[in-house]
């Protein structure tokens, strides 16, 4: 069974460009979730995508965009990058189940810095 | 709305004694509960879950958390801490009317001193 896995592991983009981050879902899982860890807190939830379609989203600006793709696999771009956007971010996919919340497994992680 | 209170942002122990996290919630529905841990420059790892079943929940490693409905708690523990333990850890929330999004505490850090 292959884990979660995020690419690429670091990335330094200047302020103002565009950036595309990678995920590769556990096999058998169709819902993949991004989250953004700021340095010293807690990850915050960005969105999330279920068999190829949005399927909630935190308190973030439209300039954070997703993908999901037929094999599950995800991207996350971002555009007109700010400083602030400075983070790890966290990719974690699941089985989505009718019943209810399931376990999501999460990868390394993209660091990202906007200088 | 979800939200998640971690009560200490760090935590000191020696190796060989109890290790308690504190954690409180807010949750408008049945929450399901959950404490990751994050080592440094690694992933975060799922430690335990309380989904409604059983209110003292096992984890890895020896750690074990009670889910308390009354007090709005979800504290981690564990009998005797191990220099492996020091880590980041998070408690997180999540309800099933929220899409499973995961809500994060701030996290607590824990330091284990030989």
């Known amino acids: 069974e292959t884990g979660v896995t995020q690419s690429p592991t670091h990335l330094i983009k200047t302020r103002g460009q565009q950036v595309t981050l990678r995920c590769s879902s556990q096999?058998?899982?169709?819902?993949v979730s991004w989250y953004q860890q700021a340095l010293g807190q807690g990850p915050q939830f960005i969105f999330q995508y279920y068999r190829e379609e949005e399927n909630g989203r935190g308190n973030f600006p439209p300039r954070f965009s997703g993908l999901q793709f037929p094999n599950y696999s995800s991207e996350l771009n971002v555009n007109a990058l700010e400083l602030d956007d400075s983070a790890l971010y966290l990719c974690?996919?699941?089985?989505?189940?009718?019943?209810?919340?399931?376990?999501?497994?999460f990868g390394p992680g993209t660091r990202l810095t906007v200088t | 709305a979800q939200s998640v209170t971690q009560l200490d942002s760090h935590v000191s122990v020696s190796e060989g004694t109890p290790v308690l996290l504190r954690c409180n919630y807010s949750s408008s529905y049945s929450p399901s509960l959950f404490w990751y841990v994050q080592h440094p420059n690694k992933g975060l790892q799922l430690l335990l879950k309380?989904?409604?079943?059983?209110?003292l929940v096992k984890g890895i490693n020896g750690f074990e958390a009670e889910f308390k409905k009354s007090e709005t708690s979800f504290h981690l523990t564990k009998p005797s801490a191990h220099m492996s333990d020091a880590a980041e850890y998070f408690c997180v929330v999540s309800e099933f009317n929220a899409g499973n999004m995961l809500t994060f505490g701030g996290g607590t850090r824990l330091m284990v001193k030989p």
């Open positions: 096999s058998g899982h169709n819902t």
């Open positions: 974690a996919s699941s089985l989505g189940l009718a019943g209810g919340p399931s376990e999501q497994y």
């Open positions: 309380y989904t409604s079943a059983a209110t």
